[in-house]
């Protein structure tokens, strides 16, 4: 598996609060995105971060990689009911963008 | 612009039969993408196109799913037989080979086998 974390992890949190969900990857990656994918719904790209880029930042999103230690990470700013949905990061595969490998994914509940 | 549109949203089929997804990509995009979906195993690549040819037929799907691409406009996967073990969503997704920056998905297609 290209993954450090497999399990589908769960959040819950209040609306307006912070929140950082992270991923970890086994092998070499030259782009990490990150999607969000709501109920009935298929994944939608929010970030898309390169090897070479450390962070990445889209309205209240900020993506972090950190080639090293072979990790990433997503924050959202100020939360909203509407953000909650899976969140996954997916690393390529090479050849092309859509060639990849998905986490597990993290549940994200924001309480009104 | 439409996005990348599947059909049908679901389908229920009883074991054994033959069943044909269908995905219509962003136009103009020539990299197309089949994944299928479930809580056990998450999200899998199928079959990879790339303007209309097949890249990638993913190992493990080959014998019972089939994935064509007969105009760039329209793909198809057809899974023949059914089992149950094939319960899953199936997902389109489409790209721009010379725009490197964003990958589209469908809404998916919810399949049930009985």
């Known amino acids: 598996s290209q993954w450090g974390e497999e399990n589908l992890q769960a959040l819950s949190i209040q609306e307006g609060e912070d929140v950082t969900m992270n991923c970890s990857y086994k092998?070499?990656?030259?782009?990490v995105q990150w999607y969000r994918q709501k109920s009935g719904k298929g994944p939608a790209q929010l970030i898309l971060?390169?090897?070479?880029?450390r962070e990445k930042r889209s309205g209240r999103l900020r993506a972090t990689l950190d080639t090293s230690s072979q990790s990433s990470s997503l924050s959202i700013t100020g939360t909203l009911a509407t953000d909650t949905a899976v969140y996954f990061c997916a690393t390529d595969r090479g050849s092309a963008l859509g060639r990849l490998h998905f986490g597990a994914g993290t549940q994200l509940i924001v309480i009104p | 612009d439409a996005g990348v549109t599947q059909t049908p949203r679901h389908e229920v089929a009883e074991k054994g039969q033959t069943i044909i997804l269908k995905c219509e990509p962003v136009s103009g995009h020539n990299d197309l993408f089949w994944y299928r979906q479930t809580k056990i195993q998450g999200l899998e690549l199928l079959s990879y196109?790339?303007?209309?040819?097949?890249?990638?037929d993913g190992g493990a799907f080959k014998d019972r799913f089939k994935a064509e691409m007969l105009n760039s406009s329209f793909s198809t996967l057809k899974i023949q037989p059914t089992e149950p073990k094939d319960s899953a969503v199936y997902l389109c997704?489409?790209?721009?080979?010379?725009?490197?920056?964003?990958?589209?998905f469908g809404k998916g297609t919810r399949l049930t086998v009985v």
């Open positions: 997704a489409s790209s721009l080979e010379t725009k490197n920056t964003e990958v589209f």
């Open positions: 092998t070499y990656t030259t782009v």
């Open positions: 971060i390169r090897s070479n880029e």
């Open positions: 196109f790339r303007s209309k040819s097949l890249m990638e």
